[in-house]
């Protein structure tokens, strides 16, 4: 099983700053397989980004993703004050079946 | 727009069971899979469980394999999660979600709370 490890655990910024979170895999992931999903308190989940760089519907485009292999980024630019929330990686495979990362909280300096 | 319901959450006994239910609208429901995923209070997303649009296709994490069963009815625009024999590490807010594109989740519903204590 594929392990998804975030960092950092919380980034503390204030509105307006960039914001780098990185997904990291215990094995490569293929790049169209990575997503990375927003919630908020008391929400659901949203997601933001597929196939590591793509963003869904309605996604502005200061969210953007990067990476390959078993290292991948979740760029924020210009962070709004709607930003700040929790992060998740999420991968799948050949085998049925998907893993979250961990988690990372973008929270206001 | 899409729109995923679910209900059937509440507090039972270690070793009791407890059925979900998850109404879909705003989408063709039997032509997509779906899937489960719960969040143990402030804890992250855990896969549980995911089905076929046909309901032919089931998929289990391993933490809930032989204790819960993922089901579907087309006809009725809804996914079921039976869970028996639930544990105290069963406790969270399970969600239902839509696939897309593979094992992409792009849509869910708000949950619903299991509780699991004596």
Known sequence: EIVLTQSPGTLSLSPGERATLSCRASQSVSSSYLAWYQQKPGQAPRLLIYGASSRATGIPDRFSGSGSGTDFTLTINRLEPEDFAVYYCQQYGSSPGLTFGGGTKVEIK | ?118
């Open chain 2, 1 to 118: 727009e899409v729109q995923l319901v679910e209900s059937g959450g509440g507090l039972v006994q270690p070793g009791g069971s407890l059925r979900l239910s998850c109404t879909a609208s705003g989408f063709t429901f039997s032509s997509y899979a779906m899937s489960w995923v719960r969040q143990a209070p402030g804890k992250g997303l855990e896969w549980v469980s995911g089905i076929s649009g046909s309901g032919g296709s089931t998929y289990y994490a391993d933490s809930v394999k032989g204790r819960f069963t993922i089901s579907r009815d087309n006809s009725k625009n809804t996914l079921y999660l039976q869970m028996n024999s639930l544990r105290a590490e069963d406790t969270a807010v399970y969600h239902c979600a839509k696939q897309w594109s593979g094992w992409y989740l792009d849509s869910w519903g708000q949950g619903t709370l299991v509780t699991v204590s004596s």
